[in-house]
Each structure stands twice: as C-alpha cells, then as structure tokens.
C-alpha cells in the first residue's frame, strides 16, 4: 500500500509540474512553482468530469515531457533493437500510462501540496534537478526530484525521483522483464491491455 502511495504521489506530482504555459526564460525551479498553483486548480474545477479531466492532463503534459526520451530509458537497451513503428507504439502506449496513472491518483489525493526546495546542477548545462518535498495532510513529506532536460530553448522532464527510487529504472525493470519472456511487441501488447482495461473501468 506504502509503495502504491508513493507512485500515485510521484505521477500527480509530474502532473502538477506539467500545467503552466512558461517562457524560455524561466529556470525548472520556476516551472515547477508556478505549474503547480495552475493544475491543482484545474483539479478542483474539473474532478467531476473525468473525460475532460484526462483531455486537459494529456495536454498539459504534451509539451512538458520528453516521452520519447523516458520511453527510451525505461525500454533500456531493448530501444535500439526496436523498429521505428514499435517505438512510436512504446512511446504512445508510455503516454497514455502516464495519463491514466494520474487519472486515478486525482480520486484519491486532491489535498496534496508541493514544497520546492531547491535546485542542483546535471552533468552539464542543460540538465537540472529540481528537489520537491509533497505534504499530504497527516502523512510525513515525501522527497522528490525532478530530472530537467535542455532541448533547444525549453526544459523538459526525462526521469522522477522518489525517496531515491528512480521512475525509469523501476519501470525497466518491469519491461525488461516483459521483453525477454514476450518480446517488444508482447511490452506493447501488454501495455495496451492495461490501459485499455483502465478506459473500459472509468
């Protein structure tokens, strides 16, 4: 339940982060301020339509992630072995598993407050970390870094951070393991299926 806690904490995060318009001059510190205030507020505006709920999400977060890149990751090196067709299909069926991960936090969680407490420099330039703190009432904080990219002029999420658990190496596990046993196209069958059952729930 703990570890179920934590994922759903971790994806509404990614959401909040993702809800604000921003010039190319704000820093990911900035971002992350300021997105949060715009989608919590959505939230309480639109939690009792899910369908445009889930339609405002997937486009808040369009132009903030860098899916191609997360799904990358979390394949691990089975990416490069994939064809282009099966890669659009791995980067699509990773998106909508976003979408719909947050969709089910939004009816659970709806009180959740986000604390940023700073930033830390990448490798280079282009990438930084931003460390959050989300406070739920009568829970304890839990720690959570924001992994920003560079590309061209905007900053955008490539990896999420929870109390030092990293969201594209848990999911490479889990799909590295579907890829040997099915193969890639068994990862995006799989994938479908599950977000599939989700839609036929709501």
Known sequence: MLQKFRHI???CTLSLM??????????????????????????KKNEKDAAKTRDLVDARLSPMADYQRMTSLAVGRYWKSATP????????????????????????????QINVKGTRAGNDDDE?????EVTLP????????FSFEKI??????????????????????????????????GLIKNMAEKNNSSRQSK
């Open 18 to 43: 993702a809800g604000t318009a921003f010039a190319n001059t704000e820093t990911p510190e900035q971002i992350t301020r300021a997105a949060s205030k715009d989608v919590l507020e959505i939230i």
């Open 128 to 132: 930084q970390t931003v460390r959050t």
């Open 138 to 145: 009568n829970q304890k904080p839990i720690p959570l870094d």
């Open 152 to 185: 061209g002029s905007n900053w955008k999420v490539y990896d999420i951070t929870v109390e030092g658990i990293s969201f594209i190496n848990n999911h490479r596990n889990q799909f590295g393991a579907v890829i040997r046993k099915d193969g890639i196209d």
């Open 9 to 11: 904490v971790l994806m």
């Open 85 to 112: 067709a099966q890669q659009e299909a791995l980067s699509k069926e990773f998106r909508t598993m976003m979408v719909r991960t947050y969709l089910s936090a939004l009816t659970l969680y709806k009180n959740a």
